[in-house]
């Protein structure tokens, strides 16, 4: 079945630095479009950065731009997100998101906690 893994998440203090993981399994990785969103507490769930099928483009939200960074890995079947320069307002749950090209499939990983003290 398909599988989403995020790993990296953790406590980290204003100003540093943490790299986030997604490992899928299960789908035909290089179809799908990657994309990271979050959730905090009491808010809705938003988008964060996407990154097309082959790497090529990279979008990102504007609250984010210039201190995030998505990669992908077509081979090792992953995506990456660095998160420079955190702020206390970048504490969620960090989830990515497989989206099938040209279909309605959609996939969710089960998020992974970042939490950024002041």
């Known amino acids: 079945q398909v599988q989403l893994v995020e790993s990296g998440g953790g406590l980290v203090q204003a100003g540093g630095s943490l790299k986030l993981t997604c490992q899928a399994s299960g789908l035909t990785f290089r179809y799908y479009v990657m994309k990271w969103f979050r959730q905090a507490p009491g808010k809705e769930r938003e988008y964060v950065a996407g990154?097309?099928?082959?790497?090529?483009?990279?979008n990102y939200a504007e609250s984010v731009k210039d201190r995030f960074t998505i990669s992908r890995d077509n081979v090792r079947r992953t995506v990456t997100l660095q998160m420079n320069s955190l702020k206390f307002e970048d504490t969620a749950v960090y989830y990515c998101k497989a989206e099938g090209m040209g279909s309605n499939t959609e996939y969710w990983g089960q998020g992974t906690q970042v939490t950024v003290s002041s």
């Open positions: 990154v097309t099928i082959d790497g090529g483009r990279k």
